[in-house]
């Protein structure tokens, strides 16, 4: 049977007799232990990765170098890649492959990423046509019926210039690093020189010691891994400047190459009117999608949003104090190297410390959290296509795809939930909590497959990130390395994260004229009310709420989980938690299974499967699911039964909302009327 790593047991007696403190512990501090088998080899704690080349022992051969250029990297300032080549060769040839096809059902194709990458790569022709009279090779499947892949465009393009030395920024998504093996193969076949480069991350997921840390302090792979990146020796390396030449090869520059960036963005025609779709209408008009306007962004944060970061990015009315970065970050518009340097200068500037920079609510933190979900599909390839936690391998999802229709056309009956994905829809943006707040909605409420959601996120964000988005919604899928714990109701929730009701009166104009502390569930008004004074009706202006009892629905969606783990072999499950395969380790641990954070209620243990239809069939009709359609159209939910209800639990929540609230709103007037009177002293 396979061995599991046995934690969560009397942390407090363990830590005593270790005595190992976390917050003082650096890789290989900890010696090993003798192990019980005396022939069994020990197992040597030593560095995961080999120390970064220097720029002196970077490999070349020959006097021309391809930079390939890959979403992730989509920039000239701090790209290692573009900054070696242009400085050890005499000719630099910057490619960019675009053959969406080879990722599979994650591809960027006819996706908010595609018509960004597109901006981004006319904004890095420009700049080089500019600065060094150079241009950016885009290669695509012109010619219907000649299919190319990334790495024979890239030998085709290296043995027309005579190039044999290619220099390109590493990727960690699994189509990405299956273009990196195929490339080295090609390049040790044809007697070419590569070089691979960070240009994505803080720290490569190979930097972060996991295993050891894991093995050393025996905690969960979440502690061990933000306890190995700040503890690591390796820091943070250093961002590059731009070079100062990059000259082209004879008669590269053409204005065929120069328009080569066109073939990337090319949208299907609408069935309807027979014109390219397009978001270039919709998201672009709302970002500036070059260097330049990341870096104004940037600076624009730092100045107005970063001191009320902490406290206000749980916001998502317009008082939200968020960057809205990641789509530059996603595709690479701006280095999160250079972004975490200026940062620590914003931070040393406004006599605070690097620790408060770090503090767990801080924007550093979130970009350590990127680097995070990095860390895990790097090492669990199969993080965005199934779920991580092997007991839940046979889970049952809801199969009532009309519900899930509405939740992405932002018509669930409930305001906020609706708001934050029109908002999605039309900026390709949306706040954390808001995301959580759907996230949570689409499986523990309505019962989907969260790979559902992870799709739609994909197609629709301009911060599309597989590895971010597969980490998010394994997570809200309670499949994941962590398992939600926290309450995101989407009426309590809702008051939380958008007190004064704005968000919901912006993106859901159908409840604009009710009361704010109506507009987060306009059924609680009497259908009489809502005609003659909001001119508001259920199920024609507004639909329905989508379910009715959200505790019942979350109790069926408990059931399914229970028989799934009913049915996994007993290993699977230990003392009742569940458990992940451990990270690969090279022999370090010596488990092969680590247990995962559980929800108290579903630490159950079975002697065999369970069938709960009964139940699910009694939670189902409690839970009162609207589906129905019109024939002129889905313009709601029809059931008579429409109050949404709540437990004893939530009320109680909901009353300490209210008080929350209530003192809000006290400390608001108290301010504008000392404000009030301030400027009436002034006056005088």
């Given at each position: 049977m396979p061995r599991i790593h046995g934690r969560h047991v009397d942390r407090d007696k363990n830590k005593r007799k270790n005595q190992i403190d976390r917050y003082n512990w650096t890789p290989g501090s900890v010696p090993d232990k003798q192990p019980r088998n005396q022939n069994k080899q020990q197992t040597k704690t030593a560095a995961p990765s080999q120390a970064a080349k220097g720029p002196d022992s970077l490999k070349v051969k020959g006097d021309t170098c391809v930079v390939w250029f890959r979403i992730g990297h989509l920039r000239l300032r701090d790209n290692p890649a573009f900054f070696?080549?242009?400085?050890?060769?005499?000719?630099?040839i910057p490619i960019f492959c675009w053959f969406p096809e080879e990722q599979g059902q994650w591809t960027y194709k006819d996706t908010v990423i595609e018509v960004w990458s597109r901006e981004s790569l006319k904004d890095i022709e420009n700049q080089l046509h500019s600065r060094y009279r150079n241009s950016l090779l885009v290669v695509a499947n012109e010619i219907e019926g000649v299919d190319l892949t990334t790495v024979e465009a890239i030998s085709n393009v290296m043995a027309c210039y005579g190039a044999q030395s290619i220099y390109f920024n590493r990727g960690y998504e699994p189509s990405m690093i299956g273009e990196e093996n195929q490339l080295k193969q090609a390049c040790d076949q044809n007697g070419w020189v590569y070089e691979g480069f960070n240009a994505q991350l803080l720290k490569e997921p190979d930097e972060v010691p996991v295993a050891i840390c894991m093995?050393?302090?025996?905690?969960?792979?979440?502690?061990?891994?933000?306890?190995?990146?700040?503890?690591?020796?390796?820091?943070?390396?250093?961002?590059?400047?731009?070079?100062?030449?990059?000259?082209?090869?004879?008669?590269?520059?053409?204005?065929?190459?120069?328009?080569?960036?066109?073939?990337?963005?090319?949208?299907?025609?609408?069935?309807?009117?027979?014109?390219?779709?397009?978001?270039?209408?919709?998201?672009?008009?709302?970002?500036?999608?070059?260097?330049?306007?990341?870096?104004?962004?940037l600076e624009s944060f730092l100045e107005e949003k970063m001191q009320g970061y902490s406290n206000s990015r749980r916001r998502t009315d317009d008082k939200r104090q968020v960057s809205i970065l990641s789509g530059y970050y996603r595709v690479g518009n701006l280095s999160v190297v250079e972004v975490y340097y200026k940062v620590l200068k914003h931070y040393r500037r406004t006599n605070k410390t690097e620790d408060d920079a770090h503090d767990k609510n801080s924007y550093l933190r979130r970009l350590v959290w990127r680097d995070y979900a990095y860390w895990q599909l790097f090492n669990y390839p199969h993080l965005c296509d199934e779920n991580l936690r092997p007991n839940m391998q046979n889970l049952k999802w809801s199969k009532d795809y009309t519900t899930l229709q509405a939740w992405k056309d932002g018509k669930t009956g409930y305001p906020l939930v609706d708001a934050a994905m029109r908002e999605l829809w039309e900026t390709g943006y949306m706040q954390q909590n808001a995301r959580m707040i759907v996230a949570q909605f689409l499986v523990e409420i309505l019962g989907h497959h969260w790979i559902e959601g992870a799709k739609w996120f994909h197609f629709t964000l301009i911060d599309a990130d597989l590895a971010i988005n597969s980490m998010m919604w394994q997570n809200a899928g309670l499949t994941g390395v962590s398992q939600w714990g926290f309450e995101f109701h989407p009426i309590l929730k809702a008051r939380d994260v958008d007190p004064n009701g704005t968000y919901i009166e912006k993106w859901c104009p159908e409840v604009a004229k009710l009361p704010t502390h109506r507009r987060y569930s306009p059924w609680e008004v009497s259908p009489k009310v809502l005609k003659r004074q909001y001119g508001l009706v259920l199920g024609e202006t507004y639909p329905h709420p989508i379910v009715t009892n959200i505790e019942a629905a979350k109790q069926l969606t408990a059931c399914r989980f229970m028989e799934a783990k009913s049915r996994a072999p007993k290993y699977m499950c230990h003392g009742g938690y569940d458990v992940v395969p451990v990270p690969p380790n090279n022999g370090i641990l010596s488990y092969q299974f680590v247990k995962v954070s559980t929800r108290g209620g579903w630490r159950r243990q079975f002697s065999g499967p369970v069938d709960l239809a009964a139940e699910k069939a009694q939670y189902m009709g409690e839970a009162g699911f609207h589906n129905s359609y019109k024939q002129s159209g889905r313009v709601g939910f029809t059931n008579a039964k429409v109050r949404a209800k709540y437990s004893t639990s939530l009320l109680n929540q909901k009353q300490d909302l209210k008080r929350k609230n209530r003192k809000r709103e006290k400390r608001e007037r108290s301010e504008n009327k000392l404000m009030n009177r301030l400027m009436k002293e002034c006056r005088v």
């Open positions: 070696y080549a242009s400085r050890k060769f005499k000719h630099v093995k050393e302090l025996r905690c969960s792979i979440h502690a061990a891994f933000f306890t190995s990146w700040y503890k690591t020796e390796k820091p943070v390396r250093k961002p590059l400047p731009l070079p100062g030449r990059c000259p082209p090869p004879l008669d590269f520059v053409s204005q065929s190459v120069r328009q080569s960036y066109k073939h990337v963005g090319k949208m299907p025609l609408s069935k309807k009117t027979g014109k390219p779709l397009t978001w270039d209408d919709k998201v672009l008009k709302y970002y500036d999608v070059s260097e330049e306007g990341a870096w104004n962004a």
